[in-house]
């Protein structure tokens, strides 16, 4: 079967990449995505200055998933546009995802990004931080729309939004509601991360990271259903923008469900953590089974053709 894809049109050798965070903070990580067989690839979100992040432990695998507060430790701004610069487009699509600590510093980013002259395609990643004591930008959606309306005026160029996962159908409505306002957004990564979650050692009756008590960011498996659910839902409401799926795969098969339910390309973030880029000639592998024992020639034979009862 034919797995090469398509996306802002740009050929792509097959529709996976990796989720941001994962396997891309440091240039050997990004040397290894950029050699590995995935389609694309995109950069550990970035903040204007570097920053260290949480203290250790910060992220946890468990039988289902991970958990993760990592703090956004990345290397800054300048050393990720660095990158891009000097990455090969030829051999694959490079993504860069920016999550500013303020609106000023995203603004500062995408002015510059705006500037530079590389194919590189932005992911804005909406859990960044709001005011302190605010709900992250992706749960308060004035502050959404006010943050999308400042950077697309501020960015001649196609984007994407990176969004954390809603659970009511009203969410879904208003967020797309407010997505479907910006021509500009061209594409949509549902999901981050389901936030704030308490993983609990029963042994030790310890919680198993060190910041925030505990509370990170859950993925994995776990968060296969909402993931699903998000991408069907936005590539339901948002028909002219390409839905990315995010969240809780480990197989070929998730990777078959995510392109079911609407993805146009699909990320890898926990199983990419665990397994290292090696994973990805392996999904392709099960994915090109699954197409083969169902007849599909092509990706587009299947892709969002989700059926309901
Ligand atoms: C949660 C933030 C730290 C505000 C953004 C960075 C981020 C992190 C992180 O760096 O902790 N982890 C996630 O699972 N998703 C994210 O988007």
Same mark, same amino acid.
């Given at each position: 079967?034919?797995?090469?894809?398509? +996306?802002?049109?740009?050929?792509?050798?097959?529709?996976?990449?990796? &989720?941001?965070?994962?396997?891309?903070?440091? &240039?050997?990580?990004?040397?290894?995505?950029?050699?590995?067989?995935?389609?694309?690839?995109?950069?550990?979100?970035?903040?204007?200055?570097?920053?260290?992040?949480?203290?250790?432990?910060?992220?946890?695998?468990?039988?289902?998933?991970?958990?993760?507060?990592?703090?956004?430790?990345?290397?800054?701004?300048?050393?990720?546009?660095?990158?891009?610069?000097?990455? *090969?487009?030829?051999?694959?699509?490079?993504?860069?995802?920016?999550?500013?600590?303020?609106?000023?510093?995203?603004?500062?980013?995408?002015?510059?990004?705006?500037?530079?002259?590389?194919?590189?395609?932005?992911?804005?990643?909406?859990?960044?931080?709001?005011?302190?004591?605010?709900?992250?930008?992706?749960?308060?959606?004035?502050?959404?729309?006010?943050?999308?309306?400042?950077?697309?005026?501020?960015?001649?160029?196609?984007?994407?939004? %990176?969004?954390?996962?809603?659970?009511?159908?009203?969410?879904? *409505?208003?967020?797309? &509601?407010?997505?479907?306002?910006?021509?500009?957004?061209?594409?949509?990564?549902?999901?981050?991360?389901?936030?704030?979650?308490?993983?609990?050692?029963?042994?030790?009756?310890?919680?198993?990271?060190?910041?925030?008590?505990?509370?990170?960011?859950?993925?994995?498996?776990?968060?296969?259903?909402?993931?699903?659910?998000?991408?069907?839902?936005? +590539?339901?409401?948002?028909? *002219?923008?390409?839905?990315?799926?995010?969240?809780?795969?480990?197989?070929?098969?998730?990777?078959?469900?995510?392109?079911?339910?609407?993805? &146009?390309?699909?990320?890898?973030?926990?199983?990419? +953590? !665990?397994?290292?880029?090696?994973?990805?000639?392996?999904?392709?592998? !099960?994915?090109?089974?699954?197409?083969?024992? %169902?007849?599909?020639?092509?990706?587009?034979?299947?892709?969002?053709?989700? %059926?309901?009862?």
């Amino acid at each position: 079967p034919d797995l090469r894809t398509e +996306f802002l049109d740009l050929p792509l050798a097959n529709p996976l990449m990796n &989720a941001s965070g994962v396997w891309c903070s440091v &240039a050997s990580q990004l040397e290894a995505l950029a050699e590995c067989a995935a389609g694309a690839m995109v950069t550990k979100s970035c903040t204007l200055a570097q920053r260290d992040g949480n203290p250790e432990p910060r992220y946890r695998a468990t039988p289902w998933g991970s958990i993760n507060s990592m703090g956004l430790p990345n290397e800054g701004f300048p050393y990720y546009l660095n990158y891009a610069r000097c990455h *090969d487009y030829e051999r694959k699509p490079l993504f860069m995802s920016l999550a500013g600590l303020t609106l000023d510093d995203n603004l500062t980013m995408v002015a510059e990004l705006r500037e530079a002259v590389t194919p590189v395609i932005m992911e804005l990643n909406l859990s960044c931080p709001n005011v302190p004591g605010k709900a992250q930008v992706g749960y308060d959606f004035e502050a959404m729309d006010t943050f999308i309306h400042e950077i697309a005026d501020a960015y001649d160029r196609p984007f994407g939004v %990176k969004l954390p996962p809603y659970f009511d159908i009203a969410h879904f *409505d208003e967020a797309a &509601a407010i997505l479907n306002a910006y021509p500009q957004i061209a594409f949509v990564t549902c999901i981050n991360s389901i936030g704030n979650g308490l993983v609990i050692d029963p042994v030790s009756e310890t919680v198993v990271i060190r910041p925030k008590d505990g509370f990170g960011g859950i993925g994995g498996d776990f968060v296969l259903p909402t993931a699903l659910a998000n991408v069907n839902a936005f +590539f339901r409401r948002c028909p *002219d923008k390409k839905i990315i799926g995010c969240g809780g795969v480990r197989s070929g098969e998730q990777v078959f469900l995510h392109l079911l339910a609407g993805a &146009a390309l699909v990320q890898v973030g926990t199983q990419l +953590f !665990e397994e290292g880029p090696l994973i990805f000639p392996r999904l392709l592998e !099960e994915l090109q089974a699954i197409m083969t024992a %169902k007849g599909y020639d092509r990706i587009t034979d299947f892709q969002g053709k989700l %059926k309901t009862l």
